[in-house]
């Protein structure tokens, strides 16, 4: 247990967490080397092995570290403002789409990274990442659940259901992002499912 | 240029081929050895050697490798026997479902894993996999110009556009089911992406 952690090694723990969400990123969960994080972090290796125990002792931690800046993000955004819940919900895809500028690391999914390469190799690590990528869909499901009460909207599809496929769209769009080197197709992919959730609620497809 | 190659060879080419997809699949591209290859494959690192100047030089075939594998499934596949092009489109979708099948590393996407991996660190290899999965998406472009057609639909996306996102939804319910640890999840987003083709090509949305 931690009794006391001064500025300077906070910072220093912190720092290796953001280099983390930054290297893993660009070049993938196994190519990250604890030499890369350090040098991005700017820290020695003496520092790192007084946070953590290794790589993966970091990587656990990183993606709490990561859910709970998405987190913030995410619970601070205007979208939750609009009265309409349907409104939200594609106010929240506009979010989406408002986020992915810069480089590709910068707005591609850290917890989505992991899980890709990492699933049967790290399940512990994992997991986090499924509790980070699913705690963030249920987010969406209370908007959901009342647009689908509030349009009168009979389903075989659940709110839980839908609030995941939103997140299989956007961690698909990315990697189609990373193939064509560019945003603009994964904005593509946000507009069908912008188009597809409008023509879910729409009172022509009512049952 | 390889004048002559004995069938013995090809074999351990082809079997070196085979086993960079089943274990790419399983571990991911960077985590994936040389000597995991060879011994997947039962073969030795002569013979790997023999064959191929690097690991990068083997992965560059084994995308060329998948594709061709992937290419002729599809290919094959009943659903161009449909005479309605938005049914060759939906029957399409429930073929990839179909393929949902066994453990994850089996009907998971070999190209959809390295690009989200390497595709700052291997772009030579990634561009190979864009190619596959734009090449895959380009099949079904004929399809969706058909079914605008035939329906009337005047449309804001193209038909490109549309056949790209198709591949950002399966290659994002690849991430939900590593996530989850099933195909369930997958096959969800799947069911959710036939809706939206049901919708967007519905009469009552016309335009």
Same mark, same amino acid.
């Given at each position: 247990?931690?009794?006391?952690?001064?500025?300077?090694?906070?910072?220093?723990?912190?720092?290796?967490?953001?280099?983390?969400?930054?290297?893993? =990123?660009?070049?993938? $969960?196994?190519?990250? +080397?604890? *030499?890369? #994080?350090?040098? %991005?972090?700017?820290?020695?290796?003496?520092?790192?092995?007084?946070?953590?125990?290794?790589?993966?002792?970091?990587?656990?931690?990183?993606?709490?570290?990561?859910?709970?800046?998405?987190?913030?993000?995410?619970?601070?955004?205007?979208?939750?403002?609009?009265?309409?819940?349907?409104? =939200?919900?594609?106010? $929240?895809?506009?979010? +989406?789409? *408002?986020? #992915?500028?810069? %480089?590709?690391?910068?707005?591609?999914?850290?917890?989505?990274?992991?899980?890709?390469?990492?699933?049967?190799?790290?399940?512990?690590?994992?997991?986090?990442?499924?509790?980070?990528?699913?705690?963030?869909?249920?987010?969406?499901?209370?908007?959901?659940?009342?647009?689908?009460?509030?349009?009168?909207?009979?389903?075989?599809?659940?709110?839980?259901?839908?609030?995941?496929?939103?997140?299989?769209?956007?961690?698909?769009?990315?990697?189609?992002?990373?193939?064509?080197?560019?945003?603009?197709?994964?904005?593509?992919?946000?507009?069908?499912?912008?188009?597809?959730?409008?023509?879910?609620?729409?009172?022509?497809?009512?049952?």
């Amino acid at each position: 247990m931690v009794i006391f952690v001064s500025d300077k090694q906070q910072d220093s723990r912190t720092r290796l967490l953001d280099s983390a969400l930054r290297v893993v =990123r660009a070049k993938g $969960y196994s190519a990250t +080397r604890i *030499d890369d #994080l350090c040098s %991005d972090a700017g820290v020695t290796k003496g520092s790192f092995f007084h946070h953590f125990r290794s790589k993966d002792d970091l990587m656990l931690s990183a993606v709490g570290h990561w859910d709970t800046m998405t987190g913030n993000l995410f619970a601070q955004a205007p979208y939750h403002h609009l009265d309409d819940p349907l409104e =939200r919900l594609l106010a $929240y895809l506009e979010f +989406r789409k *408002d986020l #992915l500028v810069g %480089d590709l690391p910068n707005f591609t999914c850290f917890a989505g990274m992991i899980t890709q390469e990492a699933y049967e190799t790290r399940p512990e690590i994992v997991a986090a990442c499924e509790r980070s990528i699913s705690g963030h869909a249920a987010t969406l499901e209370a908007d959901i659940r009342e647009a689908m009460s509030l349009y009168g909207i009979q389903a075989e599809w659940s709110a839980e259901g839908l609030a995941l496929h939103t997140q299989a769209v956007l961690q698909g769009a990315f990697i189609l992002a990373k193939a064509k080197g560019g945003a603009a197709i994964a904005a593509e992919s946000i507009d069908h499912l912008v188009r597809y959730l409008k023509l879910l609620f729409s009172t022509h497809n009512q049952t």
